[in-house]
C-alpha cells in the first residue's frame, strides 16, 4: 500500500512541475490579458528598441516570451508591447519582462530605402 501511494505522489509532482514548467501562452491569450503600450520606434539595437509614445520614452527587452512576436524594426515602425505591466521608472524608463511586440503600422519603408 505505501509503495502504490509513494508511485503515485512521485507521478503528481511530476506532472505538476512539468506544467509549471511550461509557458506556452498562444499570441490570442496575451493580447486580450495582459498590460500593453503602443509606441513608435526611434531607435534599434541588438537587445532592445527605444520606443516613445506620449507619455516619453521607453527602452523595451527584445527578450520576448512568444517566439511568434515580431522582433525585427526599423524606426518609425508602430508597434504593440505586451508586457507584465511593471515599468522601471529610471531615465529612461524600461520595460523588462516583455511577453508579445506585435507591428500595428509598419515605416514608410520607402522613405527609409531611398539612396
Same mark, same amino acid.
Given at each position: 500500500?505505501?509503495?502504490?501511494?509513494?508511485? $503515485?505522489?512521485?507521478?503528481?509532482?511530476? +506532472?505538476?512541475?512539468?506544467?509549471?514548467? +511550461?509557458?506556452?501562452?498562444?499570441?490570442?491569450?496575451?493580447?486580450? *490579458?495582459? %498590460?500593453?503600450?503602443?509606441? $513608435?520606434?526611434?531607435? =534599434?539595437?541588438?537587445?532592445?528598441?527605444?520606443?516613445?509614445?506620449?507619455?516619453?520614452?521607453?527602452?523595451?527587452?527584445? #527578450? =520576448?516570451?512568444?517566439? #511568434?512576436? =515580431?522582433? *525585427?524594426?526599423?524606426?518609425?515602425?508602430? $508597434? $504593440?508591447?505586451?508586457? #507584465?505591466?511593471? =515599468? %522601471?521608472?529610471?531615465?529612461?524608463?524600461?520595460?523588462?519582462?516583455?511577453? %508579445?511586440?506585435?507591428?500595428?503600422?509598419? %515605416?514608410?519603408?520607402?522613405?527609409?530605402?531611398?539612396?
Amino acid at each position: 500500500m505505501k509503495k502504490k501511494l509513494m508511485i $503515485v505522489l512521485i507521478i503528481a509532482v511530476v +506532472c505538476v512541475m512539468t506544467m509549471a514548467g +511550461c509557458n506556452n501562452r498562444s499570441m490570442n491569450y496575451i493580447i486580450s *490579458h495582459e %498590460a500593453n503600450i503602443t509606441g $513608435v520606434v526611434k531607435e =534599434v539595437n541588438d537587445t532592445s528598441i527605444l520606443i516613445e509614445d506620449e507619455s516619453g520614452e521607453y527602452w523595451v527587452s527584445l #527578450d =520576448v516570451e512568444n517566439k #511568434d512576436s =515580431v522582433t *525585427h524594426f526599423t524606426i518609425g515602425d508602430e $508597434v $504593440v508591447v505586451y508586457y #507584465d505591466g511593471n =515599468v %522601471a521608472e529610471s531615465y529612461l524608463m524600461q520595460i523588462n519582462t516583455v511577453y %508579445a511586440i506585435t507591428l500595428k503600422t509598419p %515605416a514608410n519603408r520607402s522613405d527609409n530605402n531611398k539612396s
